[in-house]
Structure formats: C-alpha cells, structure tokens
C-alpha cells in the first residue's frame, strides 16, 4: 500500500543559537534538500507544514532552518521530531527503485512460491540495504541484491526470493 508521506528524516538536535536543526537524513539523495521546500512534522492526527527557509550539507549532516523556528528553545522542541514529504514533493525515483515504505509490510516468497514472511524494516547500513523479514523461525535478513530480490512488486504487493542464494547470504536474528 503506497503511503501518503514519506519520511525523509528526523531531527537529531539544536544546531548553534539561531533556530537552525540537525536531521538524521533518511534518503540516499542528500542533494534533495537543496531544493526542499517544506516539510510535514506530525501534530495530533494530522502535520504542520514547516516551511524550509535554508538547508546545508556538510558531508553526511544535513541542516535546516524551519520558518518560525528562530532560536534554540524552539529548536529544542523538535528533538526527536520526524520529518516528511507528501508524495508530489518527493524525488522522482528511476524505473529500478522504490520507496522503502511502499515495500513495508508485504509478503515474501520463494521463486517456487513458498512463502518466506513478511518484510518488517529495511536497514541502510551503507553500501547495501539489508532486509528484513518476519518469518515463522524468526527475523531473516537478507542483503537487498539483485540476484537475492528475484522481484520487488509494489502493483502485485508481493517479493520474490532466489531461494538459492537467499541460503547462501541470509542470517536469522
């Protein structure tokens, strides 16, 4: 089920005197915040949309300043708060990718059609994502390789595991 926003970080702490916060990002594209606009914060059942007034990279970090967010008290406040894009403002994806919380909570099985259980998180560790899956025996995690995902169908609401090499590179946890 495609989710109506997408997570794109979350506020890790205050950064200097003016308002300015640091966010832990939760894409692959750092640049996307160059051009980000405004950002969702959860609030009751609903979001505030902060606007995006200036972001900064500084290698991994990222940093920005939110309108109305003009000193480090009101930068405290959002410690810990996790940030959002609805889907018209996410970045275009290549035919190749999906977003993360689209493949959440669907099923897996083998090439044979067995079923393996259902992916629960996907970790991004750097280089390659590693999935995660619910199964009967426990959490399976399984590298996000190519010859691994036989097939990611987001339409279908399913994932397909080379069983073959799923034995070879997978643990249980």
């Known amino acids: 089920m495609k989710q109506e926003h997408l997570l794109i970080g979350e506020i890790t702490k205050p950064q200097g005197i003016r308002g300015e916060v640091k966010l832990r990002h939760y894409t692959d594209d750092i640049d996307r915040f160059f051009d980000l606009e405004e950002v969702l914060i959860p609030e009751g059942s609903g979001f505030r949309t902060l606007a995006v007034t200036h972001a900064r990279v500084n290698g991994d970090d990222v940093y920005l300043t939110l309108d109305g967010i003009t000193d480090r008290d009101q930068a405290e406040k959002l410690r810990g708060a996790k940030l959002y894009v609805d889907r ?77 090499r799923l034995a070879e590179v997978s643990v249980y946890e």
Do not use: C, Q, S
Not at 101 to 116: C, E, R, S, V
Not at 124 to 137: R, Y
Not at 140 to 154: H, I, T, Y
């Open 88 to 164: 018209a403002h996410a970045r275009p994806l290549p035919d190749d990718e999906v977003f993360i919380a689209d493949i959440l909570g669907l099923p897996a099985f083998d090439t044979k059609g067995n079923p393996i259980g259902t992916l629960v998180d996907v970790l991004t560790p750097g280089g390659v994502d590693v999935f995660v899956f619910k199964t009967p025996k426990g959490n399976l995690m399984a590298p996000g390789l190519k010859d691994v995902l036989a097939e990611v169908n987001v339409e279908e609401g399913r994932i397909v595991l080379n069983e073959v």
